[in-house]
């Protein structure tokens, strides 16, 4: 069974940047798709990033393109998550998720999740 556990988040200024780790265990990551999702309080749970299992082919959502990059090590079972320029709206729980076929954004697709890390950007 596959396990996912989220590292690197906490408190981080305005303007700051933050590497999220994702790192699995359990089963061969490189045979997953993995994503980053967030959920800020009261918000729905978004999808920020996608990395692919084939030739590592990446995909963003609007709101973070150009400040958020998704990588993957498959030697280490680990998949970051690289945040520049973070926001205050950027603070939320943020989770990473597994599936061997779902790609894109949408959590329901998803079947293998952490327990997700919290990010609060504040001065």
């Known amino acids: 069974q596959l396990q996912l556990v989220e590292s690197g988040g906490g408190l981080v200024q305005p303007g700051g940047s933050l590497t999220l780790t994702c790192t699995a265990s359990?089963?061969?990551?490189?045979?997953?798709?993995i994503a980053w999702f967030r959920q800020a309080p009261g918000k729905e749970r978004e999808g920020v990033a996608c990395?692919?299992?084939?030739?590592?082919?990446?995909y963003y959502s609007n709101s973070v393109t150009g400040r958020f990059t998704i990588l993957r090590d498959n030697a280490k079972s680990t998949v970051y998550l690289r945040i520049l320029t973070l926001l205050p709206e950027d603070t939320a729980v943020y989770y990473c998720a597994a599936d061997r076929t779902a790609y894109g954004l949408i959590p329901s697709r998803f079947d293998f999740w952490g327990q997700g890390i919290q990010v609060t950007v504040s001065s």
């Open positions: 990395i692919s299992n084939i030739d590592d082919d990446t």
């Open positions: 359990g089963v061969a990551l490189a045979s997953y798709n």
